[in-house]
């Protein structure tokens, strides 16, 4: 599987990993970011590795969430 950012999943915490797992299993990969009246489908691998800002989210090339998708 592949990062958003380009490169192969990169945990160095085992138990990190396990958990962001376990969470996609039950929610799903995606989850979705508002900021600033806008919304994207941001995977959950993404911000375990790498964290997320609002400010960034526009620069970082995400599907944008339509209004009327949960």
């Given at each position: 599987m592949i990062c958003h950012c380009g490169q192969p999943l990169h945990y160095t915490n085992?138990?990190?990993k396990a958990l962001?797992?376990?969470i996609i299993e039950?929610?799903?990969?995606?989850v979705k970011v508002t900021?600033?009246?806008?919304s994207w489908?941001?995977?959950?691998?993404?911000i375990a590795l790498h964290g997320i800002?609002?400010?960034?989210l526009s620069r970082l090339?995400?599907?944008e969430a339509?209004?009327?998708e949960a």
């Open positions: 085992q138990r990190l962001v797992y376990a039950k929610k799903g990969e995606y900021w600033h009246q806008r489908w941001v995977s959950r691998h993404f800002k609002g400010k960034d090339h995400l599907t339509l209004d009327a």
